[in-house]
């Protein structure tokens, strides 16, 4: 049976450190109002010509790929999860091709948001499970710190979110018990509308126009409340149910990654699951909420820490625009 193995982490973050306080500088926020809702003290911002989503993307791919010992040469397949692709089309994965040494492979942009690494994830577990690709990289970037306004408008959701990538070498292997074990993926419609980027729209005969600019409708809107909400019911639900299906329990775990969406919701998670704190990565002070960046960056950091070993029960959960969810459930 070909199962799916995670053989190399890596991630590449701008240099560019935004603290609290100099968020304080363009809007009406603080930094005691930050940590206490969010968790977060500083995040990073992209410099222009010199990061891009898919240059990010390469540059976590490039550490990932040394890490397993793999040449871009012998990479079967690019999946490329973000929200803020370099262009409206194509996507960030085929611009990512020709940034290193790959062969003409198929490139996929996934558009699952703060879940989009765990998406591409199940998709790229599915391509080796059928033993149509041997070795595919997986990989989550994005710049946001220039979709939202830095001003008191845009303060609700530009204190939370930062710029990051990640990326993971998925290789086939034939080992018993190990590698992805499962993977659970859900939407949730309806709710669209609760966390989205509406402008420029191609509902519209004109897609972008300057009322559009001047009332703020190109600005993504978020309802905080109602996201947190169910971002505290379905990040242990998709996580039970990953793990009732590979026969395991919660006490099972033994390194919880969630996506970075805010300490708070990672804190809660936790006393639901009842999971102790050296068992849950967390360094949203650090980088934000990175969206499709945040698993793998998360994952990759745990890594170098020594927090991942060999034979330990690893498992990813994310919830976020969509809404989407879903949980990835891994014997390392
Ligand atoms: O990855 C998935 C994506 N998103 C999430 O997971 C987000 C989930 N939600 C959250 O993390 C929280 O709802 C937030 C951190 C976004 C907000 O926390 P909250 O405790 O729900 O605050 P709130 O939205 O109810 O706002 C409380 C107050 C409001 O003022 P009033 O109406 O009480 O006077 C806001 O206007 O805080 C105000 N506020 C701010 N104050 C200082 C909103 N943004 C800011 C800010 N600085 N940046």
């Not at 100099?22 to 977060?40: A, L, N, V």
């Not at 999860?81 to 990512?96: C, I, K, Q």
């Not at 609700?156 to 990640?166: E, K, R, T």
């Amino acid at each position: 049976m070909l199962h799916s193995k995670i053989t190399g982490v890596g991630m590449y973050v701008p240099e560019t450190v935004v603290t609290n306080a100099d968020m304080s500088k363009f809007m009406d926020t603080s930094d005691e109002w930050i940590i206490e809702r969010t968790g977060i003290k500083e995040r990073r911002f992209f410099k222009e010509g010199t990061d891009t989503v898919s240059k990010m993307g390469a540059r976590a791919a490039a550490q990932a790929l040394e890490r397993a010992g793999k040449t871009a040469e012998e990479v079967d397949f690019i999946l490329f999860a973000t929200l803020s692709p370099d262009y409206y089309f194509p996507g960030s994965g085929v611009l990512m091709q020709r940034e290193l040494p790959f062969r003409n492979i198929g490139a996929l942009d996934i558009r699952g948001q703060c879940s989009g690494f765990i998406y591409a994830l199940s998709v790229a577990d599915q391509f080796i499970k059928t033993g149509m690709y041997k070795t595919i990289l997986v990989v989550g970037s994005e710049i946001q710190s220039n979709i939202f306004e830095m001003s008191d408008r845009g303060r609700n959701m530009a204190v939370i979110f930062g710029d990051g990538a990640g990326a993971v070498v998925l290789e086939a292997t034939t080992e018993e018990n190990k590698g992805i074990l499962t993977t659970k993926l859900h939407s949730d419609g309806s709710q669209a509308e609760e966390l989205f980027l509406e402008h420029p729209s191609s509902n519209l005969k004109k897609r972008l126009n300057h009322e559009m600019i001047d009332n703020g409708a190109m600005l993504p809107h978020m309802n905080g409340k109602l996201v947190f909400i169910n971002a505290l019911k379905y990040f242990p639900e998709v996580i039970r149910e990953g793990l009732a299906e590979v026969n395991l329990k919660e006490e099972d775990i033994d390194l919880l990654v969630p996506h970075q969406a805010n300490a708070r919701i990672t804190v809660a998670l936790q006393k639901e699951m009842n999971i102790p704190d050296e068992k849950v990565v967390s360094n949203i002070h650090k980088y934000g909420n990175t969206t499709a960046g945040s698993i793998p960056i998360a994952l990759c950091e745990a890594w170098e820490e020594g927090r991942v070993k060999e034979n330990d029960l690893i498992v990813l959960a994310a919830f976020g625009s969509g809404f989407m969810w879903g949980s990835a459930i891994i014997r390392w």
